[in-house]
């Protein structure tokens, strides 16, 4: 680490922050300011000297004995990149994960439309759990706040990936269609299972 590059820079990379936290600067124009022709600027190379202090601090956190609240914290948050990577992957070309067009616009247009699905799938799962948490607290059920807090909305398992599907916006209406729940106490089938 050199201590010397980021105390010559230390000013100009408070400015910096300072401008980021009240969107004053672009990200392009940052981009600028850290790199030319694929080179580090004086700038460019503090901060990156800056940033090995924070990965040399993360990486001791995660190996340190001391406490195990980072690690875990650094784990559930992977936990979930993995599940949203996990049901981008199922959701895109039904299972197959392929990207398919040649061309870079194209491949924006399939990766936003990716996006826009995945988000989709993700809303209609959360709007699902808050009614059956609504649902069950109304029917008595004790359910901790906590154990709300681990719920996930990126599940898959009862969504068909492959086939037909029909909109019919106006039958059903904006808000409404949400299909009725299976009583708590219920065994789930086989199919269910596998």
């Known amino acids: 680490m050199n201590r010397k590059r980021i105390a010559t820079r230390w000013p100009d ?6 401008s980021l936290i009240t969107n004053q600067v672009r ?3 940052l981009l600028r300011m850290f790199g030319r022709e694929g080179h580090p600027t004086p700038l460019g190379a503090a901060f990156a000297e800056y940033g090995r202090i924070d990965r040399t601090m993360h990486l001791l956190a995660l190996i340190g004995p001391v406490d195990d609240t980072y690690r875990r914290l650094t784990n559930r948050q992977l936990t979930v990149q993995e599940s949203r990577h996990r049901l981008a992957r199922a959701i895109c070309h039904g299972g197959r994960g392929q ?3 040649a061309y870079r616009e194209g491949q924006e247009d399939q990766l936003a439309a990716l996006g826009l699905v995945l988000n989709a799938v993700v809303l209609w799962n ?3 759990l808050d009614a059956a948490v609504a649902q069950l607290r109304a029917g008595g059920h004790d ?3 906590e ?3 681990r719920l996930s909305p990126l599940e898959d398992r009862r969504i068909t990936f492959l086939g037909r599907y029909l909109f019919n916006i106006k039958a059903s209406g904006p808000g409404q269609g949400l299909r009725p ?3 708590p106490d219920a065994i ?3 199919e269910d299972e596998a």
């Open 13 to 18: 990379m408070l400015r910096v922050a300072g």
């Open 147 to 149: 154990d709300v807090a």
């Open 181 to 183: 729940f299976r009583a």
């Open 99 to 101: 990207i398919h067009q």
């Open 27 to 29: 990200a392009y124009d």
């Open 143 to 145: 359910i901790k706040d």
């Open 188 to 190: 789930e089938d086989d």
């Open 126 to 128: 959360t709007r699902y």
